[in-house]
């Protein structure tokens, strides 16, 4: 927004605000600061106290917006009494100036704060430090919203004036150009990783499937040869190793998957008795954390890549069972989709919901709730097959309730071309 | 008893597959290549022939050409073991190489095999419920 412009002459001492002349160097600083290649925390701060340097201002802070919860969060604060801020949050609403500015957009021009209904003394009395008057400018690039830049106190006692908010809201520009440079950088690097991790991942694919055959066969044949008056030691030990291998089978073949596009290779396949298989597998796992299983089905035969759509399951039924404490039931239901030639099959659980923070990044590679126990490719794998099909994946969830994954997929792979 | 053949150059593989098949009833012979492999179908006259798609001498390509040219053979039941795709880079077909043989097999199982998805096939591929 443009930020309307004085008239009177900049050196005038009658005026409150900066003077021009100041006003352009410190823009000129802030520019270069900007476009030099320096580690992007460290320009905002030496931006930000320029510019506070140049308006004469006690303190300064910026804050970035969170958007998963809709709240500011101090990202930089300077000034005296500014130590504690670092962890403070406040609501993106009216009950604040930061908070009027990133909901609104618009920049304010605070005179007194204290005369300001907007203004929350909770951080003055929080810090010690006095507020009395501030500029507040949105952050904001390419049309979005990324925080606020805040500058406050004169140091002289006089209020901020119109040439103040004028640069502020230079700065703030410059500020928000140098945080989208640099998460476009971010991404192009964890893009340019991911790029290398699955090079490698899909190199040695046919190696790790031999391996893992050979595995599955052995144990396999053990299983079915281990005389059933065996030793409980034994047994028990032989049960950790196939769950370990079972773990170790499922992060390989989701990292597989994962590497590499993959046509489904769709055949005949009843999902009711994949599903029953798929609770079959699971159900020892199951039992031992005291979740229930069921499945049921409405429909038989569909085409599909049955080793593909069992790993989606395996996966979403496995994370439903992370989910659930005891008393935890896991249902897999196999319907018809709204419109002929669709099916679906859902995975829900009563267990503790989604946080709405994680519910953004849960398809994202490598984002994980579990720590150590998760991979985070397991949902990203499974949308992946999904979408390989043609089909498409939905969530629902509520905090304290469950969650519902509705996987919607053509009965028939897309219409064969001829080739 | 009803017969299967099983046909993989590697022998854990193949007794992998003939032990899933035992236990589900079955008679099984098995052969570690093609050419082999042609001679026992030819001999034995199984219901099932299990057969791994990457094998050194005759592939699993091959062999099922030859399979469905000979009278004595055409008419058996034939499983495809894949995994070849992850090695030669390409994703292997099940279409295109019907259409390039003539005749698609009854059905493809990937590598690593899952028993329980496996017999499944088996059941399906010989018209049981």
């Known amino acids: 927004m ?40 460290a320009v905002q701060k030496s931006a930000m106290r320029a510019a506070a340097e140049a308006m004469d201002a006690e303190a300064c ?55 300001d209904g907007r203004f929350n003394p909770a951080y003055d009395t929080q810090t010690g430090f006095r507020t009395r008057s501030l500029v507040c400018v949105p952050l904001v690039v390419k049309g979005k919203l990324l925080g606020v830049i805040q500058i406050l106190n004169r140091r002289d006692g006089r209020p901020f004036g119109d040439e103040d908010l004028q640069l502020a809201h230079a700065v703030a520009s410059l500020v928000a150009v140098a945080i989208l440079n640099a998460e476009e950088h971010e991404a192009r690097l964890q893009a340019e990783r991911l790029a290398i991790v699955g090079q490698t991942v899909a190199g040695m694919a046919h190696c790790i499937k031999n391996i893992l055959a050979g595995l599955q066969a052995g144990s396999y044949i053990v299983d079915e040869n281990l005389p059933p008056n065996a030793d409980g030691q034994v047994r028990y030990g032989w049960g950790v190793v196939k769950s370990n291998m079972g773990f170790l089978s499922n992060i390989i073949l989701d990292m597989l998957n994962y590497s590499r596009p993959r046509k489904p290779l769709c055949q005949p396949c009843d999902v009711g008795s994949l599903c029953e298989d798929v609770v079959r597998l699971l159900g020892e796992q199951a039992a031992a954390k005291g979740v229930v299983l069921t499945t049921r089905a409405e429909i038989g035969t569909v085409s599909i890549d049955e080793t593909a759509i069992r790993r989606c399951l395996i996966n979403l039924v496995g994370n439903a069972m992370d989910a659930c404490g ?22 829900r659980d009563n267990g503790g919901g ?63 071309t001829q080739a | 008893m009803r017969k299967a053949l099983v046909v993989d150059d590697e022998s854990d ?86 259409e390039f043989m003539g005749k698609e097999p009854d059905a493809y199982v990937e590598k690593p095999i899952d028993p329980d998805a496996f017999k499944r096939v088996v059941r399906r591929v010989m018209g049981e419920r």
């Open chain 1, 61 to 115: 802070s910026i804050l970035l917006k969170d958007a998963a919860v809709n709240t500011l969060r101090f990202h930089f604060a300077d000034g005296p009494q500014a130590n504690g801020l670092a962890a403070a949050c406040l609501p993106i609403n009216d009950q604040s100036i930061a908070g009027w500015v990133a909901g609104h957009g618009e920049p304010l021009l605070v005179p007194d704060a204290y005369a």
């Open chain 2, 13 to 98: 593989a193949r007794t992998f597959v003939s032990t899933i098949l035992k236990k589900d009833g079955w008679e099984v012979a098995e052969a570690e290549n093609g050419t082999t492999g042609l001679k026992k179908a030819k001999a034995l006259r199984p219901a099932l022939i299990v057969l791994d798609v990457q094998m050194p001498e005759k592939d699993g390509f091959l062999m099922f050409t030859d399979l469905i040219k000979d009278p004595d053979t055409r008419d058996c039941k034939v499983i495809m073991l894949t995994g070849v795709a992850d090695k030669v880079g390409i994703r292997f077909s099940g279409e295109e190489m019907g």
């Open chain 1, 354 to 416: 989604i946080e709405p923070v994680a519910m953004e990044k849960i398809f994202d590679p490598f984002f994980s709730t579990k720590g150590g126990k998760g991979t985070g490719l397991g949902l990203p794998v499974t949308k992946k097959i999904v979408e390989e099909h043609g089909g498409r994946i939905q969530v629902e969830s509520e905090l304290g309730a469950g969650t519902v994954f509705r996987l919607t997929l053509p009965t028939q792979p897309p219409a064969k």
């Open chain 1, 2 to 41: 443009p930020v309307k412009t004085h008239r009177h002459e900049s050196e005038d001492m009658d005026v409150p605000g900066i003077s021009r002349r100041r006003a352009l160097e410190a823009l000129e600083q802030v520019s270069q600061m900007v476009a030099g290649d320096l580690e992007l925390k």
């Open chain 1, 326 to 347: 005891a008393n935890g039931t896991v249902r897999i239901e196999v319907t018809r989709g709204e419109s002929a030639g669709e099916f679906i099959i859902s995975v």
